[in-house]
């Protein structure tokens, strides 16, 4: 580690040019850290985004939606009034995160990048994501691990603001090393270990994070992140839930986190319509909803030894939070 | 790699390389041992201290992110042989016991009381969540903080 350099990028351009095989992205650290002391990555080269003018800016507006930079703090993010005012689930779903100590440090894109918190893995214990040939977790201690979408790695992705994110249908925007920009949906971002075991995102080497966009189209409507822990503080989720609805169609996104290798979205179209008429909401017609809704969200999921209890809590925190919207 | 950056309100100048935490820089090159060197990964709080005003966790700070920024440790909350209000409500309340967590409980709260000066129950485990007591003096922590806020609400005669 003694030959770790560090360059302060001054631009997302200058910065993905630098970003050769052995460099690796720093922001925060508040995860990096902890992964270059255990050893479990060994780059050559930190390239620092955290000076790069305008990267933590965030610019929120009605008609025009968010606009936040990779290097944006949770903590100035759960802050953020416009955020607050219009995308409640996400203001939610950054304060949610750990402590305010890394709050203050960590940012929305090395949040959305950061890496799995299996135990085995971080331990340095050699599996799938280490570049083993097993899942020592699968069958031992399975009780964090994935009810959707795992195999051959189980590891549940950590992120809270992602759930959000995804539910608000969110847009990244990445800088290439040659200079270039795609932008990405953030469903498309993500990937599963069946597609690919040494990283979660369809970042291609080279490839950055410079800018997260929430489309204006969610701005203001109803929409909660909700997140069950086994402590109050400081601790991951067990199983969360991003609810956000469309204001023309009244239908809802639904996104759960803890749950499976990314955050999950919810198929909208194999969900039924909720029970709105003219005349309001019936409080009993829109109990059973949530029931059903929350029925048909956890279809196809799959519980391993240990880990059935997250099916019930997913299921119990998607009808709970429904059930705020009962009455108009 | 050259870093410049204030520690307790004095200019200081390193040569530190990437892999060298802000509590390493603090303890090894700074002789400021008061920030805590516990977990070393982010899970305790021992280690905090004020980064531009706000509590964060040194140890999983690469001190090249301080660049040009402003640290404030334990030592440097109160002049030489003085004592700061939060020390002497935690002295008074008796709010520790073995004493390790102390440093990054009273800067935590140092910042809380900055930000509120009437902090509520809320505010105050937001703030205080992030710093952990192994000897469990909680209630006694909460008590010295609450009567900090209700003594600066009454110093301002509200
Ligand atoms: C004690 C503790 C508790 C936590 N609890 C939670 C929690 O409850 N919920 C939660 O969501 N998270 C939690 N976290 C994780 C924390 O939120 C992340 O570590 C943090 O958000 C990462 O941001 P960072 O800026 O520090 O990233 P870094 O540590 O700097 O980077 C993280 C990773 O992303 C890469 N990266 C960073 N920025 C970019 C970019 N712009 N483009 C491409 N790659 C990039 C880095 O190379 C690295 O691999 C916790 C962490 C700790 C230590
Ligand atoms: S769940 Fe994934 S990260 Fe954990 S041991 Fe299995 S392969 Fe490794
Ligand atoms: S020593 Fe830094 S948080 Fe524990
Ligand atoms: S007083 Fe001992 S850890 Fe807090």
């Not at chain 1, 340095?124 to 051959?152: N, V």
């Not at chain 1, 090393?177 to 291609?204: H, I, K, M, Q, W």
């Not at chain 2, 040009?68 to 030489?80: D, F, K, L, N, W």
Request: aromatic share 6%.
């Amino acid at each position: 580690m003694d030959s770790l350099g560090f360059h302060r990028a001054s631009s997302f351009e200058e910065a993905a040019g630098l970003l050769h095989s052995g460099a690796a992205v720093l922001a925060g650290g508040t995860d990096l850290v902890p992964l270059l002391k255990d050893g479990l990555v060994k780059p050559s080269l930190l390239v620092f985004i955290g000076d790069i003018p305008g990267a933590a800016s965030i610019s929120v507006t009605r008609r025009g939606g968010a606009r936040i930079g990779a290097a944006a703090k949770l903590t100035d993010i759960a802050n953020n009034p416009g955020v607050r005012r219009l995308f409640p689930a996400l203001a939610e779903a950054c304060r949610s995160v750990g402590t305010l100590q890394i709050r203050n440090v960590a940012t929305l894109g090395g949040n959305l990048c950061q890496r799995p918190r299996c135990w085995y893995y971080r331990s340095g214990i050699a599996c799938f994501k280490s570049g083993g040939e097993s899942c020592p977790a699968r069958d031992g201690l399975d009780e964090a691990l994935a009810i959707l979408g795992g195999g051959p790695c189980w590891a549940v992705h950590p992120s809270d603001p992602a759930v959000a994110l995804l539910a608000l249908d969110a847009k990244i925007t990445i800088r290439r090393a040659d200079g270039s920009v795609r932008e990405t949906s953030l469903a498309d971002f993500y990937c599963l270990p069946s597609d690919r075991l040494d990283r979660e995102t369809r970042l291609d080497a080279g490839e950055i994070v410079e800018r997260i966009t929430v489309p204006a189209r969610y701005a203001g409507s109803p929409q909660r992140y909700a997140k069950v822990t086994q402590r109050a503080a400081w601790d991951f989720a067990l199983v969360s839930a991003a609810v956000v609805w469309e204001k023309r169609r009244f239908r809802p996104r639904i996104a759960l986190g803890g749950v499976a290798p990314r955050p999950w979205l919810l198929d909208t179209a194999r969900l039924s319509d909720p029970p709105v008429s003219r005349r309001g909401r019936d409080p009993t017609a829109w109990e059973l909803w949530a029931i059903r809704t929350a029925e048909q969200a956890l279809r196809g999921s799959r519980a391993l030894s240990s880990n059935g209890y997250k099916i019930e809590l997913a299921k119990n925190l998607i009808r709970r939070t429904l059930l705020e919207w009962r009455r108009v | 790699m050259k870093l410049s950056l204030k520690i307790n309100g004095t200019a200081r100048e390193f040569s530190v390389g990437a892999e060298t935490t802000l509590l390493d820089l603090l303890r090894e090159h700074c002789a400021l041992t008061g920030a805590k060197r516990a977990c070393d990964r982010g899970e305790c709080g021992a280690c905090t201290v004020l980064l531009d005003q706000k509590p964060v966790y040194a140890c999983i700070l690469p001190a090249l992110y301080c660049e040009g920024r402003s640290v404030i440790t334990i030592e440097g909350i109160a002049p030489p042989g003085k004592l700061h209000p939060v020390q002497r409500a935690f002295i008074e309340s008796d709010a520790l016991q073995c004493g390790y967590c102390t440093p990054g409980q009273i800067l935590s709260a140092v910042a809380l009381l900055q930000r509120h000066r009437r902090p509520s129950l809320e505010q105050i485990s937001e703030a205080m969540s992030g710093n952990l007591c192994r000897c469990g003096a909680y209630p006694k922590i909460l008590r010295a903080i609450r009567r900090l806020g209700s003594r600066q609400r009454r110093r301002r005669g509200a």
